[in-house]
C-alpha cells in the first residue's frame, strides 16, 4: 500500500511539472524579469517567516501584485509579435528603487532588489523590439511598482515596531 501512494505522488509530481506554466524561452529579457519576480515573491515570503507577522498586510498585497506581475510577464511572452506595436499608449509606472536598507530589513531588501532587476528587465524587453506585449509589459510593470511600495512601506512599519 505505501508503494501506491509513493508512486501516485511521484507520478502526480512528474505529471505536475509538465503542466506548469507555458515556457517563455526565446525572450531572454522576459525570461529574466520573470525569474526576478519568483525571487522577489520567495523573499517577501522569508520576510514574512523571519517576522513571524504580514507585515500589516503589505506582504500579502506585495505577494498578490508580484504574482500578478509573474502572470503578465508570462501573457507578455505568449503576446510578443514581430510587428511594431508599441505606438499603443503606454501606461505610466514609477520606476522602483532600491530604498530599504538591507543591514535592517534584509529580506525585504532582497525582495526589492528582485522587483527592480525585474522591471529593468521588462524595460529591456520592450526596448530589444519585444514592444507592447498586447500591454501585458506594461501592466506588469505597474504591478512591480506597487509592489515595491508596499515592501518600503512594510519596512517603514517595521522599523516603528522595533
Known amino acids: 500500500m505505501k508503494r501506491l501512494i509513493v508512486c501516485a505522488a511521484v ?3 512528474i505529471g505536475g511539472f509538465s503542466y506548469a506554466e507555458p515556457p517563455i524561452a526565446g525572450h531572454s529579457n522576459l525570461v529574466d524579469a520573470h525569474d526576478y519576480a519568483v ?3 520567495n ?3 522569508a520576510a514574512r517567516v523571519a517576522n513571524e507577522w504580514d507585515l500589516g498586510g503589505k506582504a ?3 505577494d ?5 506581475a509573474k502572470g503578465e510577464i508570462t501573457e507578455a511572452a505568449k503576446s510578443v509579435k514581430g510587428i511594431y506595436t ?3 499608449k503606454r501606461v505610466a509606472a514609477t520606476v522602483p528603487a532600491e530604498n530599504i536598507d538591507p543591514k535592517t530589513h534584509p529580506n525585504l531588501a532582497a525582495a526589492q532588489h528582485n522587483i527592480v ?3 529593468n528587465k521588462l524595460v529591456a524587453g520592450q526596448n530589444a523590439g519585444d514592444y507592447d506585449m498586447d500591454g501585458h509589459a506594461d501592466h506588469a510593470k505597474v504591478l512591480l511598482s506597487k509592489a515595491d511600495l508596499l515592501l ?3 519596512a517603514e512599519d517595521a522599523s516603528m515596531i522595533q
Do not use: G, H
Not at 64 to 68: G, I, K, N, S, T
Open 11 to 13: 507520478l502526480f509530481l
Open 39 to 41: 525571487a522577489a515573491i
Open 43 to 45: 523573499a517577501v515570503n
Open 60 to 62: 500579502a498585497k506585495a
Open 64 to 68: 498578490d501584485l508580484l504574482l500578478q
Open 86 to 88: 508599441s505606438l499603443v
Open 117 to 119: 532587476m525585474a522591471y
Open 152 to 154: 518600503k512601506q512594510a
